[in-house]
């Protein structure tokens, strides 16, 4: 049984493997309609269960259909729905699930949630989203990089904005997959410290950003956060944007990301994020595929 809890204590050649796993399950669809069971049935059987105590849409959508083309079933769970941490432990809310499911993904805010329900459960579990990572997403952006540009050991990635969960899980991704990776931002929302020495640091997005071969940005306010957060965000970031100027100092091939949703014309001007080195539908649809694999993974699939 493996847990799929961060990319940072999942070992390098597993996380590969997993990426290899994704792109030849997403090959073997193509043209197929998305309802179509994949010609391998691994999940058939298996009760999944997704729990979201954050909304979400492509965490939801993509970990749903994921499990339903490989011959499982799920069943959606939402923080409203569940004692998840208030009426009932986590460790509780853990055993008692192993009873019912055979796989748990938890799309959460503490960190130390998901810890627990790994730590008490007798089933795998997948980290969906945490305030501090979000290693589903960068697992599948990993995935679309190699589609487009090949292998991305020793290439430049440079993130321009908030350092925030996004950003950490591409950090323990630079380290995993070896690549170089530029953070580029302001000086209070620098990443977490715990991060040190797996990227570098330019303040100016002019001279961070060149000879990128990837640019990524994050939307510059949470869904919580209050108005005057909101507000000072978009003071302190603004001078980040990711714009046409910008993507030209890139390499000519370089691919721009976004893991969505996107506060258009805030962190990224439409231009690009419509433009030619925009690959974020292909993003968006390799969490499905990524997530495949990593369940996979996690049942020894």
Request: glycine share 6%; charged share 20%.
């Amino acid at each position: 049984m493996n847990h799929f809890l961060d990319i940072n204590v999942t070992p390098s050649d597993d996380l590969s493997g997993i990426i290899q796993n994704a792109q030849q399950m997403k090959q073997a669809r193509a043209g197929l309609p998305k309802g179509t069971p994949d010609s391998e049935q691994p999940l058939a059987g298996h009760m999944v269960a997704l729990i979201f105590e954050k909304p979400s849409t492509r965490t939801r959508v993509s970990f749903d259909v994921g499990v339903r083309q490989m011959g499982g079933q799920t069943l959606v769970l939402s923080g409203a729905d569940m004692q998840l941490g208030h009426g009932e432990t986590i460790a509780d809310t853990a055993r008692v699930l192993s009873r019912y499911v055979d796989l748990i993904m938890i799309r959460t805010f503490e960190e130390q949630t998901l810890l627990d329900m790994a730590e008490y459960a007798t089933v795998p579990v997948i980290n969906g989203l945490t305030n501090r990572t979000h290693p589903c997403q960068i697992m599948a952006d990993i995935m679309t990089f190699e589609e487009h540009n090949g292998p991305i050991k020793g290439k430049k990635v440079v993130w321009s904005g908030d350092g925030n969960n996004v950003f950490a899980s591409f950090a323990h991704a630079a380290e995993k997959f070896d690549f170089d990776l530029v953070f580029t931002g302001p000086p209070p929302l620098d990443p977490e410290p715990a991060l040190a020495g797996l990227y570098t640091t330019v303040r100016d997005p002019n001279e961070a950003v060149q000879g990128a071969d990837l640019v990524v940005t994050d939307t510059w306010v949470s869904m919580h956060d209050p108005q005057s957060a909101r507000e000072r965000r978009h003071n302190q970031l603004r001078g980040y944007q990711v714009n046409d100027a910008l993507m030209a100092q890139a390499k000519d091939d370089a691919l721009f990301m976004h893991c969505l949703p996107a506060h258009r014309d805030d962190e990224a001007t439409s231009s690009v994020m419509d433009g030619p080195h925009s690959v974020i539908f292909d993003e968006a649809e390799n969490r499905m595929h990524a997530q495949k694999a990593i369940m996979r993974y996690c049942l020894g699939k």
